[in-house]
């Protein structure tokens, strides 16, 4: 057979050798999530590993989490095709760490228990509460998923040259298969462990690139970007200026603002992160955790520039765009060019790995808020045991399984990190606002709450329904129409401040203040760690 890269390279790749090196990757990582998942016997095994790993061991599991389709292949394909920035998605991500250590990371770690509405509610009302934290983890949780799964159908259909929309579909629904299988079995623990194994891998391959990359160019870095430019020409950009992207027009530059301000306040609030605090025994754990986290994850993105720009001097954006993702294939062909099959079958593989510790640390976070928030707290009052709170998640993990498939399908050609901004915009204006005045604010109640999160999640789902990113454009969800009145593609300059004015007012003008013995409880709760959760429940 002969795939896309044959038609770019003159060489066929072998679809035998590719496929050997994904199915060992599969293999392995399967027999770990059987082995571990024999522990599994409590809803605090089945969601936070039994709090059994260490803050190191933590924060390659949150690097791992952390770094997915949109960094491996989505930032890699942004610097490649548009330059400089392209780049500012890596910034972005990287800086927004900062704002998870310094004012959420430990405080969320003592204060809840398996999900983020554990904090919300504690010492607001806790049904509504619960409810719309559960309805914002479920929605940012899907949006980031069909990010994922897009790259899944880029990436195993790069693997073997499949161009079809009907086969990019078929990649997608066996992905979204493994990973319903995976959270099935191995829950928390099982998800931990391929988190780091992959995070590893993901960080070592792209380093060792890396270097190749740089050999070629004798570790001349000027050189490599110049040849870049050069590269770059033949699309009519100059990858070393900004605007290729952002900043042609007034709108474009309000819109890089937005997307900014989404990437920097959306990693503090996104729940698949917040819940991994929860896996570690203590606050300094979890203090531990983001230290080691920020280090792995900006070295990887000081690879992803050496990345993008080698793509781009060695690939070149038109030979990128027109390969089956598009964008998403730069770090494939890259590795394909280096190395021939035998790198691409292995950046593969990595890569893969990338998408399904991700999809599934996303499907337990999605599964555990439903089971734990609405069906164990909001349904049943607190009136369950253990056993059937596991069951409930298990059956949400097929429902979130498929919704991610078909919506993957659907969002295929969308670049992948592009939609993960959209995420991290959901996330900072449904979650963030709630998070810290919770935290920080004693006066904030349950009505400042329930407006904040919910006006919030409807204000930048309505903006992102009727922007660009719906209709309008080719690269739109739905090409063939057009509804876009908002003119920005990412609503975060505008939902953001939204739900922090929308939560000031509501506790402003709620008559009901929340229980002043709760929030000192939770006030010292939160700084010291007493009445955290112990180590291990038997």
């Not at 079809?164 to 959270?183: E, F, N």
């Not at 699309?235 to 990437?263: C, M, Q, W």
């Amino acid at each position: 057979m002969t795939g896309i890269l044959a038609a770019t390279s003159g060489e066929n790749v072998n679809p035998i050798l590719n496929m050997a090196i994904f199915g060992v990757f599969v293999a392995v990582s399967f027999g770990i999530v059987l082995r571990v998942s024999r522990g599994n016997r409590t809803a605090a095994d089945y969601y936070a590993g039994g709090r059994s790993f260490t803050g190191g061991q933590n924060g390659l599991a949150i690097s791992g989490d952390y770094l997915g389709a949109a960094s491996l292949m989505g930032v890699v394909g942004a610097i490649a095709v548009y330059g400089y920035d392209g780049f500012l998605y890596s910034i972005g991500f990287l800086v927004a760490w900062l704002v998870a250590l310094l004012l959420v990371a430990e405080l969320v770690r003592n204060a809840g228990k398996f999900t983020m509405a554990d904090v919300l509610s504690f010492r607001l009302r806790e049904r509504p509460v619960r409810t719309a934290a559960a309805l914002g983890t479920l929605t940012v949780c899907f949006f980031y998923l069909l990010a994922q799964m897009a790259g899944a159908g880029a990436l195993v259909s790069l693997l073997l040259g499949i161009g079809s929309d009907l086969g990019q579909g078929l990649v997608i629904a066996v992905v979204g298969a493994l990973m319903i299988v995976y959270v099935l079995i191995g829950g928390m623990k099982g998800t931990t462990w391929v988190q780091i194994i992959k995070a590893v891998l993901l960080i070592g391959g792209a380093g060792v690139m890396s270097v190749w990359v740089l050999v070629l160019y004798g570790f001349n870095f000027s050189d490599m970007l110049g040849a870049a430019v050069v590269k770059g020409q033949e699309s009519g950009f100059n990858l070393l200026e900004p605007g290729n992207r952002y900043g042609a027009s007034g709108t474009s530059k309000v819109d890089f603002i937005s997307l900014a301000v989404a990437l920097v306040l959306g990693t503090a609030a996104l729940p698949h992160v917040l819940m991994r605090f929860y896996t570690v025994p203590t606050a300094r754990d979890a203090r531990k955790s983001v230290v080691y986290s920020i280090f792995m994850i900006g070295l990887f993105y000081v690879f992803t520039l050496v990345l993008g720009y080698g793509a781009a001097a060695i690939v070149g954006s038109k030979r990128i765009l027109a390969a089956p993702g598009g964008v998403n294939s730069a770090v494939t062909l890259l590795a394909y060019d280096l190395g021939g099959p035998l790198l691409l079958g292995f950046i593969s593989a990595v890569a893969f790995a990338t998408l399904l510790a991700v999809v599934a640390g996303l499907t337990i976070t999605a599964a555990a808020s439903f089971a734990h928030d609405v069906y164990a707290n909001v349904i049943r009052r607190g009136k369950v045991d253990s056993v059937k709170e596991v069951k409930a998640a298990r059956c949400t993990v097929i429902v979130i399984g498929v919704a991610a498939i078909i919506g993957g399908i659907a969002a295929k050609d969308q670049n992948v990190a592009f939609l993960i901004a959209l995420a991290f915009a959901i996330a900072a204006s449904a979650n963030l606002p709630t998070i810290l005045y919770s935290l920080y604010w004693k006066r904030f109640t349950t009505r400042g709450a329930l407006l904040s999160m919910y006006g919030g999640l409807g204000s930048s789902l309505l903006l992102i329904i009727i922007s660009p990113v719906a209709s309008g454009t080719p690269t739109s969800l739905l090409s063939s129409v057009n509804f876009a009145v908002f003119p920005l593609n990412n609503p975060g300059i505008v939902s953001i401040p939204l739900a922090f004015l929308l939560g000031w007012i509501g506790s402003i003008l709620d008559h009901a203040p929340a229980d002043p013995a709760k929030t000192a409880e939770m006030d010292v709760r939160s700084l010291t760690g007493i009445g955290a959760e112990p180590a291990v429940e038997h």
